[in-house]
Structures are given as structure tokens and as C-alpha cells.
């Protein structure tokens, strides 16, 4: 039979937190902060460990409001307890005699000046992941869970990867010094006798340079996702960027079909925006895709354009070794900064490069 009733228990914890606050806010220095924690939070003999033996007390059906109520508090003690802490290591510590400061030598003065030490009183806070890396974190959740693994190349990239496998002569204007990040191989390696015709490296401007890489190395079945940074000079605006981010897809196999290519990209979207969002396949044309759609995606009262894809065109599956006549597959581009801003709700994607914590601390 219990003893306790669930109103005195109740009265007995509001009693409690009232007097444990007073005490933690009348707190002058750490001995007095420590008498102090051990009463109330002592791990043998605190109030708050008696008050916690009492439950037993109570009837089973009384128990689970009471433990809500004891967890409460013990959150609310020990925010008081951090709290009191700061408060005491900010306040000035009184001064010492004059006869002991006489008898201060040499070996008693302070340490020097650190000046990357982080003072006592600093309120340190918790970083948060920026929310590209957010996005592409689940990003990678959602093709995992679709079969894909991840795969990874090299930013800088060479013109057979980043343009010819890729089924883009030579004279295509995608190729043009004013589109891309041209290196010069000198700085980036050993003197080298001077090249007959342009530079030999450039700043990868598709994420679609990993895929020709998985493909040369492996033979069909692939299934792949590359995630990561790509370099195009255009203007930086409420919708373009310099630098940002890609997420490639690829699946070759025996049998692969347009249906299938959409049943992933729609399976994605419902995925990670949520059942309600719709996605729609616009005609296009890219060089290393035949048929090729532009992806695009309800945000707010309209639509937004996502990526590109397509089925792989067979000039670059006979570039990278494989038979056209016994594989088939499909590849797609999507922004991972188009699919962050439809996740929040950002407007402009030069807000996730301005590196103003204000705005970064929402996410």
C-alpha cells in the first residue's frame, strides 16, 4: 500500500527546486558552490537522491507522472549547478593582503599573455553542421537505402574524363576557356617542356568525370553516386555559384530503362522532401545522354529546376570499354545546393557562402 500520495510528492519537488535555486544563486565562490551541490546532488546522500527513493512509495499508476516530474527537476538542478559555475569563475576574485603581496618572488607572478586562450567567463557554444553538409549526409542516406554506393574522384580533372569520354569534342562550346577553370600543369607539377597547344588541366565543372573513372576500372553491373565539388565561372546569383555541389548518379546493367531512371528520381524525391512533393521530366539534350530530360521539382508556388539526366549515350560506354549492344544504363546530375534550398527554404544561394553565423545557426 503506498504511503506517499502523488499531490505531496508533487508539493514535496516544487518545495525542493525553490530552495536548491536560492541556494545555487546565493553562491560566492567555488567551496561554497560545491557544499551546495553535494547537498542537493550528491550521488549517496543529496536531497535529490532521498526524494528520488521516495517513489517506490507511490501507487503504479501514480509512479510515471512522478518520475516526469522528479526528471524535470534533476534538469533543472543541474542546469542552475553549470549555470552557478560560470557565474562564480566570472566574478573577481578577492584581493590578496599587502604583507602577502610583499612576500610574492619571482616564482609566484603570472603566466604570460596566451592570447589564443579562451577566457574563464566565455560562453562557448556548439557548432552545427553546415546544411550542405547536412544535405549531403542524407543525401547519401537515401541512395544507400536504393541500392547505390558512393564513389569519389579527383577536383582536378583532365580534359579525356571532364570533356572526350563524355562525348564532348573538342570544338563543342562546353569546352570553351570562358565555361571552365583552366590549370596550368606547370604549377601543379615538375618543370615540364612547354605545350604545343592549350592547358592540360582543368577544375572538374561535372561530377560526371567520377563516373567515367568507376567504369574504366569496373565491369557492368554499376551502381553508383558521386558527391562533391564542381568549378564553373558563371556570375554569382540568387541561383548560381562559382563552386557548388553535385550529386551524379549512374546505373549500368543489362536491360536498363527510362522507367527506371524516374522511378528513382521520383522514389528520391518522396523520400527525402516527403510524399507530397512532384517531380517532372522536361525534354533536353546533353552530350553523353540519349534521350535526355531536364528534372524539376514543386518548391513553394512553382518549380524548380533540379539537375539533368538521361539514358547513357553509347559513344561513352564504348569509351570506357563497355558494349552498347549488351549493357544499357542511365545517369542523372541533380544541385546539391538546389536540393538544400528546396529543403529550407532558402531563396539565395549566396547566403550559404557568406559564412554569417546568424543565418548558419537556424540549421
Known amino acids: 500500500m503506498a504511503t506517499t500520495t ?31 551541490r553535494v547537498e542537493y546532488l550528491g550521488a549517496k546522500r543529496g ?8 517513489l517506490k512509495e507511490l501507487a503504479p499508476e501514480e509512479k510515471p507522472q512522478a518520475g516526469k516530474r522528479f526528471n524535470e527537476l534533476k534538469k533543472t538542478l543541474e542546469a542552475a549547478l553549470e549555470e552557478a559555475k560560470q557565474r562564480v569563475a566570472a566574478s573577481p576574485q578577492p584581493e590578496k593582503p599587502a604583507k602577502e603581496k610583499r612576500r610574492r618572488g619571482a616564482e609566484d607572478l603570472p603566466p604570460p599573455f596566451d592570447p589564443t586562450a579562451v577566457p574563464p567567463q566565455a560562453q562557448l557554444r ?7 553538409t547536412q544535405t549531403i549526409r542524407r543525401m547519401k542516406e537515401v541512395m544507400a537505402r536504393l541500392g547505390f554506393e558512393v564513389a569519389d574522384g579527383p577536383e582536378v580533372e583532365d580534359p579525356w574524363h571532364n570533356f572526350e569520354a563524355l562525348n564532348i569534342p573538342e570544338a563543342h562550346p562546353a569546352r570553351d576557356p570562358l565555361d571552365n577553370f583552366y590549370l596550368s600543369t606547370a604549377r601543379l ?25 568507376v567504369m574504366e576500372k569496373r565491369p557492368a553491373p ?24 553535385q550529386m551524379e548518379g549512374l546505373y549500368v546493367d543489362r536491360g536498363v530503362t527510362m522507367a527506371q531512371l524516374k522511378t528513382v528520381l521520383r522514389l528520391f524525391a518522396s523520400m527525402f522532401f516527403g510524399p507530397e512533393v512532384q517531380v517532372r521530366f522536361r525534354p533536353s539534350f546533353f552530350p553523353f545522354t540519349e534521350p535526355s530530360v531536364e528534372v524539376d521539382m514543386t518548391w513553394k508556388d512553382g518549380w524548380i529546376e ?54 548558419l545557426q537556424q540549421f
Open 189 to 213: 607539377t615538375e618543370p615540364q617542356p612547354p605545350q604545343e597547344e592549350g592547358p592540360q588541366l582543368l577544375l572538374r565543372s561535372q561530377t560526371s568525370t567520377v563516373q567515367i573513372r
Open 222 to 245: 554499376v551502381r553508383v553516386i558521386a558527391l562533391g565539388r564542381v568549378y564553373r565561372p558563371d556570375t554569382a546569383d540568387a541561383t548560381h555559384f562559382p563552386m557548388f555541389h
Open 6 to 36: 502523488l499531490d505531496d510528492y508533487l508539493a514535496q519537488l516544487d518545495q525542493l527546486q525553490q530552495q536548491a535555486l536560492q541556494r545555487f544563486r546565493e553562491c560566492r565562490n567555488a567551496q561554497e558552490l560545491e557544499q551546495v
Open 47 to 54: 536531497v535529490l537522491r532521498q526524494v528520488q527513493q521516495r
Open 306 to 359: 533540379m539537375g539533368g539526366a538521361g539514358m547513357v549515350d553509347p559513344a561513352v560506354l564504348q569509351a570506357v570499354g563497355y558494349d552498347p549492344e549488351q549493357v544499357t544504363g542511365f545517369a542523372f546530375g541533380l544541385g546539391v545546393e538546389r536540393v538544400c534550398m528546396r529543403q529550407y527554404g532558402i531563396d539565395d544561394i549566396r547566403l550559404l557562402y557568406r559564412n554569417d553565423v546568424r543565418f
Open 126 to 132: 556548439l557548432g552545427r553542421l553546415h546544411p550542405v
